[in-house]
């Protein structure tokens, strides 16, 4: 069994930054992807950003150039750090752990709001 413990959100002004962590505790050997995603009421929870056990990365284009994700393999920990956020940034931000393609974890979330 995985636990995944998301934290770092909150409310920030248009133009402000935050980081998100997630760290995965359990009986892991090895998380091949760790991922972000994120969710408004009403829509589908869509991709983020994700990065690979290599440190490959790839953004949804709405992200890209303002947010970053990286990893620790150590400590088994994902980030996000987001940049000159935006009001459509706001939602439950998720953190995902695949450990195989037939198995993977969603942490419970941590919102975001960009608000003024």
């Known amino acids: 069994q995985v636990q995944l413990v998301e934290s770092g959100g909150g409310l920030v002004q248009p133009g402000g930054s935050l980081r998100l962590s997630c760290a995965a505790s359990g009986s892991i050997s090895r998380i091949n992807v760790m991922g972000w995603y994120r969710q408004v009421p009403g829509k589908e929870r869509e991709l983020v950003a994700i990065v690979t056990s290599g440190g490959i990365t790839n953004y949804a284009d709405s992200v890209k150039g303002r947010f970053t994700i990286s990893r620790d393999n150590v400590k088994k920990t994902a980030y996000l750090q987001m940049n000159s956020l935006k009001p459509e940034d706001t939602a439950v931000y998720y953190c995902?752990?695949?450990?195989?393609?037939?198995?993977?974890?969603w942490g419970k979330g941590t919102q975001v709001t960009v608000s003024s």
């Open positions: 995902k752990a695949v450990i195989t393609s037939a198995s993977w974890y």
